[in-house]
């Protein structure tokens, strides 16, 4: 099956800087997604990508749908200790069946106060 | 209320004994998830429901089958447990098979002595 591949996979951080996270995989797809999983908890989205090239924010979150269809990016402004957690990147093909979303290794977020 | 609500939370068992997990959602979705979370955060999907249909990925072991009374509901029995069953087990579901947000369940943490 599809394989994504998320780096990297830990980051430790002090309050206030920016996070950049990505995903590549070897095959397209045509949604990317991005949840948060709060320890004890399941995931939450995030950010929902539909279309090659956008861009799209939430809060201090951004994300990116790569030109290639292989690739997306999260960044997050101005990190602050809430923001622990880990992060997983989603990709779905949504064609012959495949809506069924592929998640990444994820990426696990400590912010240091 | 929860939107998508797994019981039990928590689960130790023996090896070689049955289990089930229940998950039932209140959003009216028509599509409903199981994921399997190992050790490693790694979230790999094991079964898709949607409208009478079972989608079953082929590398999960027939010891574990799904079973969904009405639309609402999508439980996991489990046979036989062995030691590398143990994981947390996500219920998601989602409106229709396609891109709309997948929720998850706060997880099932099963573990096999």
């Known amino acids: 099956g599809q394989q994504l591949n998320q780096s990297p996979q830990s980051m430790f951080i002090q309050e206030g800087e920016d996070v950049s996270m990505n995903c590549t995989s070897s095959?397209?797809?045509?949604?990317w997604l991005w949840y948060k999983q709060d320890p004890g908890e399941g995931p939450v989205l995030l950010i929902a990508l539909y279309k090659a090239g956008e861009l799209t924010s939430n809060g201090r979150l951004t994300a990116q749908f790569g030109i290639t269809r292989k690739d997306s990016f999260l960044n997050i402004s101005a990190s602050i200790p809430s923001d622990v957690g880990i992060y997983f990147c989603a990709g779905q093909l949504g064609t012959g069946g495949s809506y069924i979303p592929t998640f990444g290794r994820g990426t696990s977020l400590i912010v240091h106060p | 209320d929860t939107a998508v609500s797994q019981t039990p939370k928590y689960l130790v068992t023996q090896m070689g004994n049955d289990k089930s997990i229940k998950c039932e959602q209140n959003l009216g979705h028509d599509t409903m998830y199981w994921y399997k979370q190992d050790s490693k955060k790694f979230l790999k999907i094991m079964f898709s429901?949607?409208?009478?249909?079972?989608?079953i990925n082929e590398t999960v072991p027939n010891r574990f089958s799904p079973k969904s009374p009405d639309k609402a509901h999508l439980n996991l029995h489990i046979n036989s447990l062995e030691l590398g069953d143990s994981a947390v087990y996500f219920c998601?579901?989602?409106?229709?098979?396609?891109?709309?947000?997948?929720?998850f369940g706060e997880g099932s943490r099963l573990t096999v002595l």
């Open positions: 095959s397209i797809f045509n949604t």
């Open positions: 429901y949607n409208n009478k249909e079972l989608i």
């Open positions: 998601a579901s989602r409106q229709g098979a396609g891109t709309g947000e997948l929720f």
